[in-house]
C-alpha cells in the first residue's frame, strides 16, 4: 500500500517548523505533497514581497531533485474560498487538491499539521480518508506571524531561501564627502554585519576611467552592477539579518542628472530622462530600504585623488543633494529617511541606537 504524506501551509515564510513536519511526512511516507495555499494580493505577503506564486517557486526550488516530495500551489481565492474557516471551505480546498494530485483508493493519507483546530476540521471533512499527526508546537516555538513581527530574533528560524525578503536593509546616503562611507564602515565593524560599496567607483577603477570620461553606458552598467551587489549582499548567508549600505542606484541617478547639465561630461538630458530614470526604476523593483539617513552637505570636500574637483564646492553639492531629495520622493521612499544632522559621533550613535532596537 502506498503512503502519501499531505502538508499545507501559506509558508510566508517557509520555516523550521514547517520543515519538521515536511521531513516527518517524508521519512514515514512514500511520497510528501507540500500545498502551497494562499489568497490573492494577501497583505501580509505583497509587503514583503512574498505573493503565492513566489513563495511556491521558492519551494520548489528548494526540493528539487527530491523524488519524494511533490510540492502543489492552491490558490484559495481562484478555488471560491472566503476567508471564513467554516467546514465548506474545507470541503471545497480539499476537492481542489484532489483535482490536483488524484485520489488513490489504496493509497494510505497522512496530513501533518501544527494546529489542533486544523485538526479537528480536517476529521470532520476527511475527503481523503486520511489520519491526522498534530506536532507538538513546545519543540518548536516558532510560526509565521512570530516571524513577520521579529525577523532578527527568529533569524535562524527561516529556511535560508526566504531570509532575504525579512532581511533589515540600512541605507546611509548623501553627496560626496560628507562621512557615509566611513559611518557605514564603522556601524558595520561595531556590529560585524555585512556592507556594500560603490559599484562605480570599482568599475571606475577597473576600466581607468574619470568622471568626464563617463557616458550613458557607463551609467548602465553603474545601475545594473549597483542592483547586483544589493541583490548579492541582502541575500547572502553572511548576512545575519541586517545589511547596511552606502550608496543606492538613486545616488547614481543624482550624479547622472547633475552630469546631464555639465558640458564636459557625455551625458545629455535626454538620455538621463528617457534612459537612466526609466531603467533605474525597473532594476529598483524588488530592493526595499527599511531605514535610509541622509547626509545633508556641510562637511569640507575631501580630495580623495577619484572625485571630480568640478563638484567639489559646497553649492554644487547643495545641487545633488537636492537632486537626491527629489529622487528619495519620486521612487517614493521618502517616509523612510531620517536626515542625520549631527557630528560624526552623534550620528554613528543614532544609527547604533536603531539598529540595536532592532535586536531586542
Not at 44 to 63: H, K, M, N
Not at 87 to 111: P, S, T
Amino acid at each position: 500500500m502506498t503512503k502519501i504524506g499531505l502538508c499545507f501551509g501559506g509558508y510566508c515564510p517557509l520555516h523550521q517548523g514547517h520543515l519538521d513536519l515536511i521531513m516527518m511526512a517524508k521519512k514515514e511516507n512514500d511520497i510528501a505533497y507540500v500545498i502551497v495555499c494562499g489568497f490573492d494580493l494577501e497583505p501580509r505577503a505583497e509587503e514583503i514581497g512574498l505573493p503565492l506564486r513566489r513563495r511556491t517557486t521558492i519551494i520548489r526550488e528548494l526540493f528539487k531533485g527530491d523524488e519524494q516530495i511533490r510540492v502543489i500551489e492552491i490558490n484559495d481565492t481562484k478555488v471560491g474560498l472566503d476567508e471564513s474557516q467554516s467546514l465548506n471551505n474545507w470541503i471545497i480546498w480539499q476537492k481542489a487538491i484532489k483535482e490536483q494530485i488524484g485520489l488513490d483508493e489504496n493509497a494510505k493519507y497522512v496530513w501533518y499539521v501544527g494546529e489542533p483546530r486544523y485538526k479537528e476540521e480536517i476529521l470532520a471533512t476527511n475527503l481523503f480518508n486520511a489520519s491526522v499527526y498534530l506536532a507538538d508546537r513546545e519543540d518548536n516555538l516558532v510560526s509565521g506571524t512570530l516571524i513577520r513581527k521579529f525577523p532578527i530574533r527568529y533569524w535562524s528560524k527561516i529556511s535560508k531561501p526566504f531570509r532575504q525578503y525579512f532581511s533589515t536593509n540600512i541605507l546611509i546616503t548623501g553627496t560626496a564627502s560628507e562621512g557615509k562611507s566611513t559611518l557605514t564602515r564603522d556601524i558595520a565593524t561595531y556590529f560585524g554585519l555585512p556592507y556594500m560599496t560603490e559599484f562605480g567607483r570599482d568599475y571606475m577603477e577597473k576600466f581607468c576611467k574619470t568622471d568626464v570620461d563617463l557616458t550613458v553606458n557607463d551609467f548602465i552598467e553603474f545601475l545594473i552592477g549597483q542592483r547586483k551587489y544589493s541583490q548579492e549582499k541582502i541575500a547572502s548567508p553572511e548576512n545575519p539579518g541586517i545589511f547596511i549600505s552606502d550608496t543606492d542606484n538613486l545616488v547614481t541617478l543624482m550624479y547622472a542628472k547633475s552630469y546631464s547639465e555639465d558640458p564636459e561630461i557625455e551625458i545629455d538630458p535626454g538620455q538621463y530622462n528617457n534612459v537612466l530614470l526609466p531603467f533605474a526604476k525597473t532594476l529598483q523593483h524588488g530592493i526595499t530600504w527599511n531605514k535610509i539617513y541622509l547626509l545633508p552637505p556641510k562637511n569640507d570636500f575631501v580630495d580623495d585623488g577619484s572625485r571630480y574637483m568640478k563638484q567639489s564646492t559646497i553649492e554644487e553639492r547643495t545641487k545633488n543633494y537636492d537632486i537626491l531629495v527629489g529622487l528619495l520622493n519620486e521612487f517614493g521612499w521618502w517616509d523612510k529617511v531620517e536626515i542625520l544632522n549631527g557630528n560624526f559621533l552623534e550620528n554613528f550613535e543614532t544609527v547604533k541606537s536603531y539598529i540595536n532596537g532592532k535586536l531586542s
